[in-house]
């Protein structure tokens, strides 16, 4: 069965601090996403990667920082976290070369982070 | 660019009656896919359908139907005689061929069935 696992489903963490989103992949895929979620605004792309050690922005990039050591894992960090960033988080990953060809995109359970 | 509008934002409807979900896109590719998803509550979005910009003919799943029109640039869900159970956020995406990472969702749409 294969997963996207993040691994940490409810998180409260306080203005200022140092937070780190986890996610894992077990499929050996290359590419891997983070994606905010919000009401009214549906799922925007923060960073993705294509490759160990490569990352892209996304949409809305600011305020987040993202780290690929290794391929099965995307960590997403926010250096001083604002309650602005209280949201919902998701990963994602995908088996793609070049050109989309309707592989599947797994989708993790997401990450509920609140900012006090 | 790329865009996915679901105008609605909440639909709410009594358990057996039909509802469709609209999705518009906009998109200046001439191949791409189309996705919609479904989040209940738990969160995790579950995979329900993807079609490519090259196969236009319907398809229909148990309750669950969707109708692509490129001239219109709509892909449309309809689900048949709602249940409790599909009540759930419903977003539609969009990704070029090429560029995939651009994949673009929609707003979602949260659709309640009540008893």
């Known amino acids: 069965d294969v997963k996207v696992t993040q691994s940490s489903r409810y998180l409260v963490k306080r203005t200022g601090e140092k937070v780190f989103l986890e996610c894992v992949q077990d499929m050996d895929h290359e590419n891997m996403f983070w994606y905010r979620q919000d009401p009214g605004l549906g799922l925007r792309l923060i960073y993705f990667s294509y490759d160990v050690k490569m990352k892209e922005k996304g949409d809305i990039p600011e305020g987040y920082s993202v780290s690929r050591e290794k391929k099965e894992r995307f960590s997403l960090i926010l250096e001083s976290a604002s309650t602005n960033q209280t949201s919902m988080y998701l990963c994602?990953?995908?088996?793609?070369?070049?050109?989309?060809?309707?592989?599947?995109?797994?989708f993790g359970e997401g990450s509920w982070l609140t900012v006090v | 660019a790329q865009k996915v509008t679901q105008a609605q934002t909440e639909i709410s409807v009594v358990e057996k009656e039909d509802v469709t979900l609209d999705c518009v896109y906009e998109t200046r590719d001439t191949t791409y896919y189309l996705f919609w998803y479904k989040q209940p509550p738990s969160g995790e979005l579950v995979f329900l359908i993807r079609?490519?910009?090259?196969?236009?003919q319907n398809e229909i799943s148990g309750r669950y139907s969707w109708n692509f029109q490129k001239s219109t640039s709509s892909f449309n869900f309809t689900i048949t005689a709602s249940q409790v159970v599909d009540s759930a956020v419903y977003f539609c995406a969009l990704t070029p061929e090429r560029g995939f990472q651009k994949l673009v969702f929609g707003t979602g749409t949260r659709l309640l069935v009540s008893p």
């Open positions: 079609r490519n910009s090259f196969d236009e």
């Open positions: 994602a990953s995908i088996e793609a070369g070049e050109l989309f060809s309707g592989n599947t995109i797994y």
